[in-house]
């Protein structure tokens, strides 16, 4: 029997004005994932005052933390995209069986990274691209970050099933609340305690502790779709819907996490500054698109609901009001990194000039092709939510896979250092041009009252 909370949650969804609607589930998803990105921004500033190699010891383990959020990022947004559609279709038992099977995979799955991780934590530690001098700082760091990894990554999929079922003020509680304990928990840990760079893992680890402590009761409490063991269904078929609707999602995570690997490389021959002015400049870049993030979290849920109610219309007309409304925003933003990437910078790592000269041309490329990354994002997230799985996922491995990672070892044995920073805007403009193709031709496949054709 359809309880009233889902009956009131689909009108909600496929009824209120698509703009407003976007509005009110942007905000919140916009708030968390600043917050989010703030607190692994507050790892940077404060580890940035211990020394350079502890600096760039946080941006060797940016990799390490990709591969987990690629295990949340798969399960949550694999049973959360589902569920929506299937939530539009009036099915509630299959998005329970989703969210349960999502849940409880991820948390398995995040184990048995921890578990191998601190095995072989120092030949990883190597693998990821520390440096003889970091390496004894990206041991201590990862080591926590590794042991809060299920936490993390059961965080994650909480998050996103959260959003999906359109709660997504919710979702921003368990975040937010985490990522402000962090930014207390910090200093607190690394000049109080005097733990160094130890302090700051550990201040992240109880920070996702506690988040994902907040994300389950707020599931059980007030999510449309209750997470229950009995549920968990590890077969082919509910495998099936969750890998459809999770690969672009493991394909984006884990493709970044191997492109920061080969960034890390790339620079080793640079120095530790080039670096800690790298991990800087990613840090200020995910800053930035945590808020593109937001609002395409925000468009996600609508886009599910009424793709699966045959609301084709509402799909298409939220899609042109993200990409055109995150257009304008990043087109601020550029114009504000560009104009200040120095001072952005120094605030991380204000005692060394070399780092600053780095990041501050690193930054300032990026800026040209910041705008590219509405489209980008926005058309990965369309198509990621109705399904199609081949399309979305070659887009989610187009940025930092097949065109990032090829530039990075190609380009700095011909122009050096340059290589290094002009390869994330070069392979921007590569993937923003076969985007549009494979996204306009969706679209126009969306007619009102008529399925749209299931294509790769």
């Known amino acids: 029997m359809r309880t009233q909370n889902v009956e009131e949650q689909f009108e909600r969804m496929t009824r209120t004005p698509v703009r407003k609607l976007i509005l009110v589930l942007s905000v919140p998803t916009v708030i968390s994932n600043l917050i989010s990105t703030l607190y692994n921004a507050a790892d940077t500033f404060f580890v940035g005052q211990i020394s350079t190699e502890a600096s760039a010891a946080v941006g060797v383990a940016l990799s390490l933390q990709a591969i987990i959020q690629a295990i949340g990022f798969f399960f949550g947004q694999g049973s959360g995209n589902n569920m929506s559609r299937r939530l539009g279709a009036h099915d509630e038992q299959t998005a329970e069986v989703l969210a349960s099977t999502g849940f409880f995979s991820a948390l398995i799955f995040s184990v048995m990274i921890t578990v191998a991780g601190i095995v072989f934590l120092q030949p990883i530690s190597i693998f990821l691209g520390s440096s003889p001098t970091i390496l004894p700082y990206a041991m201590d760091y990862m080591f926590w970050i590794l042991l809060a990894a299920p936490f993390m990554a059961s965080s994650l999929v909480l998050n996103n099933q959260l959003r999906f079922e359109g709660n997504s003020f919710y979702a921003m509680i368990g975040l937010t609340t985490g990522g402000i ?188 092709t910041l705008i590219l990354s509405s489209w980008l994002t926005i058309s990965n997230m369309l198509l990621q939510t109705i399904g199609k799985m081949w399309r979305a996922s070659i887009l989610g491995f187009a940025r930092q896979g097949i065109f990032l990672i090829p530039l990075v070892l190609i380009l700095p044995p011909l122009i050096g250092l340059w290589g290094i920073q002009i390869a994330q805007p070069l392979a921007d403009i590569i993937a923003f041009a076969i985007s549009i193709p494979m996204t306009v031709g969706v679209l126009k496949s969306m007619n009102e009252g008529k399925r749209a054709q299931r294509e790769w």
């Not at 109080?192 to 707020?218: E, P, R």
């Not at 939220?318 to 304008?328: A, G, P, R, Y």
Request: overall charge positive; some cysteine.
């Open 181 to 368: 304990l962090n930014l207390f928990l910090d200093p607190l840990f690394i000049f109080v305690f005097d733990m160094g760079i130890s302090g700051a893992a550990l201040a992240t680890a109880i920070s996702q502790i506690v988040s994902f402590i907040i994300l389950f009761a707020l599931s059980e409490r007030i999510g449309t779709v209750k997470i229950r063991p009995r549920s968990f269904r590890f077969d082919r078929r509910t495998l099936g819907m969750i890998t459809n609707g999770g690969m672009p999602s493991l394909c984006r995570q884990s493709v970044a996490s191997v492109a920061m690997i080969c960034l890390n490389n790339a620079a080793m021959p640079y120095g530790d500054a080039a670096i800690a002015a790298m991990a800087i400049a990613n840090k200020i870049g995910n800053f930035t698109n945590s808020i593109l993030i937001g609002v395409g979290q925000g468009f996600q849920p609508v886009c599910g609901y009424n793709y699966g109610a045959g609301l084709y219309r509402r799909v298409k007309d939220s899609f042109w009001f993200c990409v055109k409304t995150m257009s304008i925003v990043l087109l601020v933003l550029a114009v504000i990194e560009f104009i200040w990437a120095s001072p952005i910078i120094g605030f991380f790592r204000k005692g060394d000039p070399e780092v600053i000269e780095i990041g501050d041309v690193a930054l300032r490329l990026r800026c040209f």
